[in-house]
């Protein structure tokens, strides 16, 4: 297309006698990087070939509907007749007329800003610019200002429509090609967003086998964990006792740049104000009473690692100032040492406390807290996440068994259901307690069942209705409105004590009952005390 408006041009140049002819205009035009430079050069090389006062190339913009300027954010819209670019676009002719009566006839304030400059008897000329390659592709619109002399019969100008045609398909490539490149950068980024989901994703997944549970808000927390163990950021855990906050933090530094390194742990509240800082910061040869040796401590064990402060809530205040130099510095001295040293590492704090309550009583510093929640993760309590119950149940089967040494055992939909309907202020922790209390009442080759779970397991009215021993006298309940049910419910409640006190052995239940063994099996299937 090129070679095609440079054949036309260098045609015109023996017989026009158009100033635009003899210019050397093809390699200025040609060698624009971009269609905004493209359109810089060409508006120079008519105001120096044409001697105008001033030429500007306006392009239309992607839903053409307005036209834009190079370098300004005013804007000229198609429809608005206020301003001679709508007249052209609508109409597809050039447009001629003086600066003066452009000023009175045209009111447009962005249009009256660029020719305010300009003497009223100079003459504006307003052309038409597309593409003419099978379908007509609209580029845009070409201002010119002069003499009258300099703009007189340019619409006839042979080397005046050799000039355009070249503008118009270099314009037009050059646009194509940005466009090309703008949608193969598109893609290229929409595919390293899909695959940095795809991966996040992944990893998440893989911490399921980690962070058990499928509900919303342990999926919501693998997904944050996943994100956090990208940056260096000091995470603080927060959340209830018994939540899994330090499984958290071994996740995050086994998903960090800093998996190769130590992990190191210690619990805030487990040990001695006066040992604390010894275990932290280290310290040297008879820093004090019994420091026979030099000792390293965690801060410096964890260097190149990751280093989890357990309950940090109890950390003593005049410790925390030497802990947030270090945080913000790197650096810290040992006990009784006379040198600096220096740690890289990452800092995960967990507390189940109210730091902000510890704030303003001031217990905790202020600025500690904010340097340890550069990326805070608060951990849901089991009452938020009881569809992960079961799940968990298993889990720590599987690990009681293990352990112990033990075949494998399931649990029985009772059981579950009983499990489910429990408080848990301890959350997982107290669960997993729960699991291994049932699982040791349980006898070998037999499943966990309701009667084994410590606590309370009636209600008031089955408590009262039936008595431990087997001679018992009933205390019968005066709002009975269904007798059937009643009667189910002082069954199952003699039943499951008796399974309870013989150790789950059914041949002794049933006989301290008086029934048959076959009996018994199939009111323990009907009362759903051994459902599998």
């Not at 600066?99 to 000329?125: E, I, M, N, S, Y």
């Not at 990751?306 to 945080?327: S, Y």
């Not at 259901?417 to 049932?438: F, S």
Request: aromatic share 4%; glycine share 8%.
């Amino acid at each position: 297309m090129t070679l095609q408006a440079l054949d036309v041009l260098a045609a015109k140049k023996a017989c026009s006698p158009s100033p635009l002819a003899a210019m050397p205009i093809a390699l200025t035009l040609v060698e624009s990087n971009s269609s905004e430079a493209l359109r810089k050069r060409a508006a120079q090389v008519l105001c120096k070939g044409l001697g105008l006062d001033c030429t500007e190339c306006l392009y239309l913009e992607g839903s053409g509907r307005w036209l834009g300027r190079d370098g300004d954010t005013a804007q000229f819209d198609c429809s608005d007749f206020s301003h001679p670019y709508a007249h052209v676009v609508r109409t597809g002719k050039a447009l001629t007329l003086s600066v003066g009566d452009a000023r009175t006839r045209l009111d447009h304030p962005g249009f009256q800003a660029q020719v305010a400059h300009l003497g009223a008897k100079k003459r504006l000329q307003v052309r038409p610019l597309r593409a003419k390659d099978g379908e007509q592709e609209w580029l845009g619109a070409l201002l010119m200002v002069g003499d009258e002399d300099a703009l007189k019969d340019l619409n006839a100008d042979p080397g005046m429509a050799a000039f355009e045609g070249l503008l118009c398909r270099l314009w037009a490539s050059l646009t194509r090609e940005q466009g090309e490149r703008h949608r193969s950068r598109a893609l290229r980024d929409s595919l390293v967003k899909l695959n940095d989901g795809a991966r996040r994703q992944a990893l998440a997944d893989q911490l399921a086998q980690e962070l058990l549970g499928h509900s919303s808000a342990m999926q919501a927390l693998r997904r944050q964990v996943v994100r956090a163990a990208e940056t260096n950021l000091a995470v603080l855990l927060q959340g209830e006792t018994g939540t899994g906050k330090d499984r958290v933090a071994r996740a995050l530094h086994q998903l960090s740049g800093r998996a190769k390194g130590p992990f190191m742990a210690i619990n805030c509240a487990a040990i001695p104000e006066t040992l604390l800082e010894s275990e932290l910061f280290g310290h040297a040869k008879g820093a004090f009473s019994g420091a026979n040796q030099a000792q390293e401590g965690l801060i410096s064990q964890a260097d190149g690692g990751t280093l989890f402060l357990d309950e940090i809530g109890d950390m003593p205040l005049a410790l925390q100032a030497k802990l947030l130099r270090v945080l913000e510095s790197g650096r810290y001295r040992p006990l009784g040492a006379s040198d600096e040293r220096c740690a890289d590492l990452r800092l995960v704090a967990a507390t189940h406390q109210p730091l902000r309550e510890h704030i303003r009583a001031q217990h905790f510093r202020a600025d500690l807290y904010y340097r340890l929640g550069q990326f805070p993760l608060t951990l849901p309590p089991l009452a938020e996440r009881r569809d992960d119950i079961a799940l968990l149940a298993q889990s720590f089967i599987a690990d009681f068994c293990a352990r112990e040494e033990r075949d494998d055992m399931g649990i029985t939909p009772a059981a579950l259901r009983l499990l489910k309907q429990r408080d848990y202020p301890g959350n997982v922790r107290e669960l997993k307690n729960l699991i291994d209390y049932a699982c040791a009442m349980t006898p070998q080759g037999a499943d966990i069942d309701a009667y084994v779970i410590p606590g309370e397991q009636e209600s008031e009215a089955q408590t009262a209705a039936v008595s431990t021993e087997a001679n018992a006298t009933f205390s019968v309940p005066n709002d009975i409105d269904d007798l059937r049910q009643a009667l189910r419910d002082v069954e199952t409640a003699i039943i499951r004590q008796r399974l309870m006190h013989f150790g789950g052995n059914r041949a002794q239940v049933a006989a301290s009952l008086g029934l048959p063994k076959r009996t018994l099996a199939h009111k323990c299937q009907l009362l759903e005390l051994d459902t599998k």
